[in-house]
């Protein structure tokens, strides 16, 4: 995964938060992760794993294909 895909990826996570009315308390508790791993999504450092990925997914009502962004 690209720099550019992985920002464009915590660029869609944030949206999808929003239009779920989530927090970043509400993803670290579903996800069982610390507030800086969600940061580092949510600013392209970093992606979940496949595992977060997944439970984001249901989170958010979506695929994980949906969440990932690839160019």
Request: proline share 1%.
């Amino acid at each position: 995964m690209t720099y550019s895909e992985m920002i464009k990826t915590g660029a869609r996570i944030r949206g999808l938060m929003e239009s779920n009315n989530l927090s970043v308390a509400d993803l670290e508790a579903a996800c069982g992760c610390s507030h800086q791993a969600v940061y580092y999504w949510l600013s392209g450092k970093a992606v979940p794993s496949v595992d977060n990925l997944l439970i984001l997914a249901k989170l958010f009502h979506t695929t994980v294909d949906e969440i990932l962004v690839s160019e």
